[in-house]
């Protein structure tokens, strides 16, 4: 097999795998991430066996289930009254179904056993402050260029620089972000804080007319996280930093459950966070010769179904496999992305539909079409039974 010198925009979750699935394979890897220090922002991340499978080849799944929390069900409640509506098991269902668990752990956490992963391989794979600006392309190689006017050159490139990705904007050029209408809360509660109104230890979905909420746990239920989706017109950026004022989150979910009140009620006051939520198209092609993408850069997909990171893991996954059974750089990139369009392009269509799943107008409504749902939305048939490492490459 040839050994290549790949070149990776971004240390992201999605960049950081690709790297420890590259080198294990054998290839040299430079990762370039723009921040000054590496680490993650955000909270609660949701791995299925879909993507653990990938982690566990990499070695890593004894880390990730210390770091997680295995929820035993995944419950949809009604908004005010807490009543269950539906319910299908995770933890052990899950685990005995598709040969690998589903795990909640904070972002934070999963980021640096990824980035301590990578630099077993290689202490210096990461370079930091290096923020991408573009690339130069050619039979022989690929050069990327940085802000800072620097450049570096290898076999192939990977943009895993996010949903505003460099390396996407120059292979395809403007990508429009249409607003969603919803704008996402971020929040994170110490479980001590919440005595009685303590929730189960499972994936708490609560839905009422226009917005929902989701709770699970993260540090061996130390933390409790808490994403709610709220209808508004009032538009901000894309980003997880953007702090807002904790009464507009009282304000908003002003008559639900007890439960509920009490996250928010127990949050801190200054650490209220809230992005809006953007669409883009579905791209059915994002390789050249010796550039492609992969995660959000690719195929970015609205939180609703918990598996965004988990598709860049799998891209990662399956790239390498490309990369092995292929006899050039553009061959494998062209079965790569072939093999990977029509999955992440699914995986984006229920994450929009969920959206309206969860947002319907009565009470009424709700309880008719959850009472017409099977449980999972048969997701056990074709998401989470799907294995990156032996799934076949055509």
């Not at 980035?115 to 392309?137: I, S, W």
């Not at 949903?163 to 395809?172: E, L, N, P």
């Not at 980003?239 to 007890?258: A, I």
């Not at 107008?361 to 099977?374: C, G, L, P, T, W």
Request: charged content about 20%.
């Amino acid at each position: 097999m040839a050994r290549y010198t790949i070149l990776i925009a971004g240390a992201g979750l999605g960049g950081l795998t690709a790297a420890s699935c590259l080198m294990k394979a054998g290839h040299q890897v430079e990762v370039y991430e723009q921040a000054p220090k590496l680490g993650e922002i955000g909270a609660g991340i949701q791995i299925s066996a879909n993507a653990m499978h990938v982690l566990r080849d990499l070695g890593l799944e004894p880390a990730i289930r210390k770091a997680g929390v295995h929820p035993g069900a995944y419950l949809f409640r009604l908004h005010d009254t807490g009543e269950e509506i539906q319910r299908f098991s995770l933890s052990a269902e899950h685990e005995r179904m598709h040969g690998a668990p589903y795990t909640q752990l904070h972002r934070a956490d999963f980021h640096d056993i990824l980035a301590a992963k990578a630099r077993e391989f290689d202490p210096d794979v990461v370079r930091l402050n290096k923020r991408a600006a573009g690339y130069t392309e050619s039979e022989s190689g690929v050069t990327l260029h940085f802000a800072d006017g620097t450049s570096v050159r290898g076999d192939l490139l990977i943009g895993a620089d996010g949903i505003k990705s460099a390396v996407r904007q120059q292979m395809i050029g403007d990508v429009v972000a249409t607003y969603t209408g919803d704008a996402a809360w971020r929040i994170t509660v110490p479980t001590e804080r919440l005595g009685k109104n303590a929730l189960d230890t499972v994936m708490s979905v609560f839905v009422g007319p226009g917005l929902h909420a989701v709770c699970y746990y993260l540090r061996g239920g130390a933390l409790l996280n808490f994403v709610g989706c709220v209808e508004t017109p009032e538009v901000s950026d894309e980003s997880w930093t953007l702090k807002f004022p904790w009464q507009k989150l009282k304000d908003d979910y002003r008559g639900w459950h007890s439960s509920i009140q009490a996250v928010i009620d127990n949050a801190d006051k200054d650490q209220c966070y809230r992005w809006s939520l953007h669409t883009r198209p579905t791209m059915r092609r994002w390789s050249t010769g010796r550039v492609t993408l992969l995660g959000d850069s690719a195929h970015s997909t609205l939180p609703y179904l918990a598996q965004g990171a988990a598709m860049a893991i799998e891209d990662g996954a399956v790239l390498t496999r490309a990369l092995g059974i292929t006899s050039s750089i553009p061959a494998a990139l062209d079965l790569y992305q072939r093999n990977r369009v029509e999955r992440t392009a699914k995986v984006v269509a229920q994450s929009t539909y969920n959206r309206e799943l969860f947002h319907l107008r009565s009470v009424d409504e709700i309880r008719a079409r959850f009472a017409r749902r099977n449980q999972g939305e048969d997701r056990n048939s074709w998401l989470y039974s799907y294995n990156p490492l032996t799934v076949a490459l055509t």
